[in-house]
């Protein structure tokens, strides 16, 4: 057995957590140690009874290591243990950072620069748009889009990162293999390949409801900076938000309207002294003060020319003429597939150049 795999093995064990390996590792210094340690040695360490020691002992009756390292060979997956060097170096600043982390895709070192933005599943066109917006910015700017491939605002923030043509990193709540929501396949696919999709649980665990409150301190942990676009009082997000302020990161709050429920946790959160946003401007901003060395970014409030356009983006960008266009008629008239028309409208969007209005329809800005 090698490091990782005495680290992936470690993993495996359940009720014994990242905290409590911490108190093994300073008693035995290497998880390959721990793995061969007996009852005795193991009751001498704090917080250890008689059965956990026996079952941790007895980890080999329970634990198949050798299936779980076909399943990551036969997906392709990677595994970064803390020890690596691309493993996120302010998550492992946590109190309970993920012992190992399954990887699909690829991380970059500039993946260490990323901030984390999260939300409602049931989101409004309102938080939709900021999230696309903010999200757009951000990713162009250098820094990694970090969220949770949920619905609603985790989505958009993937989809405008992918579309600025950023780097986006999707942290789940379940095993790779049961990737939820399921309906988010197709974007975690996008995903994995200019960025990557993260678990720290073994690959088919399925997701419930103890694994969502740990895949978000992941997310906050992981971030320089969380920004909360839209949620209501009673809010995965707001626990998210609550994990970031506890682990030291700052806490960015887009504004709503103070009659609807969606954004009452946002509005809640400034009164408690979230930082409140308008734009990707003003947290990448505020991240450059605290962070000098943070990727130097583009001015993110000047669209590109548009003669800098894609092709895609041209042809578009030349389609909607003046008026307002409903997108089966943009559709029409550019040939574009489904696909490509969400993406590049998001693109001419977040640019600047046109803006989405009621009823699927498009209007030029400039």
Not at 46 to 75: H, K, M, N, P, Y
Not at 286 to 296: I, K, M, Q, R, V
Not at 308 to 323: K, N, P
């Amino acid at each position: 057995m090698n490091r990782t795999e005495a680290w992936i093995a470690l993993n495996l064990i359940p009720q014994i957590g990242p905290v409590r390996v911490r108190k093994l590792l300073r008693f035995f210094e290497t998880p390959e140690r721990i793995l061969t340690a007996k009852v005795a040695e193991i009751l001498q360490v704090d917080g250890f009874g008689r059965a956990q020691a026996e079952a941790l002992a007895a980890w080999e009756t329970g634990v198949d290591l050798a299936l779980e390292l076909q399943r990551i060979q036969s997906r392709g997956l990677t595994i970064l243990t803390q020890e690596d060097d691309l493993y996120p170096p302010l998550l492992k600043t946590i109190h309970d950072p993920p012992l190992v982390l399954y990887v699909w895709g690829e991380l970059q070192k500039r993946d260490h620069h990323a901030i984390g933005v999260v939300g409602s599943r049931h989101a409004t066109m309102y938080g939709m748009n900021a999230a696309k917006k903010m999200s757009f910015q951000i990713a162009y700017s250098g820094y990694t889009v970090i969220s949770g491939l949920a619905r609603g605002i985790d989505t958009a923030a993937h989809e405008a990162a992918l579309a600025a043509k950023g780097r986006t990193v999707a942290v789940i709540g379940s095993g790779l293999g049961k990737l939820y929501p399921p309906e988010n396949m197709a974007l975690a696919e996008r995903i994995a390949a200019n960025g990557a999709v993260i678990s720290e649980y073994p690959v088919d665990r399925i997701a419930d409801k103890q694994t969502f409150p740990y895949r978000n301190r992941v997310v906050a942990g992981w971030s320089s900076g969380l920004l909360v676009v839209e949620a209501p009082l009673r809010s995965g997000s707001l626990i998210t938000a609550q994990q970031a302020t506890e682990q030291g990161r700052t806490v960015y709050a887009v504004p709503g309207p103070i009659d609807k429920p969606t954004s009452a946790g946002c509005n809640r959160l400034i009164q408690q002294g979230a930082k409140l946003v308008m734009d990707g401007a003003d947290v990448l901003d505020d991240l450059t003060a605290l962070f000098p060395t943070a990727p130097l970014a583009p001015k993110v409030e000047s669209p590109r020319p548009v003669q800098s356009l894609t092709l895609d983006e041209e042809i578009l960008y030349q389609a909607i003429d003046g008026e307002e266009r409903h997108i089966d008629d943009l559709a029409s008239r550019c040939g574009l597939t489904p696909a490509t028309m969400n993406v590049t409208l998001m693109r001419l969007e977040m640019k600047r150049l046109i803006r989405a209005l009621p009823g699927r329809r498009y209007v030029r800005l400039l």
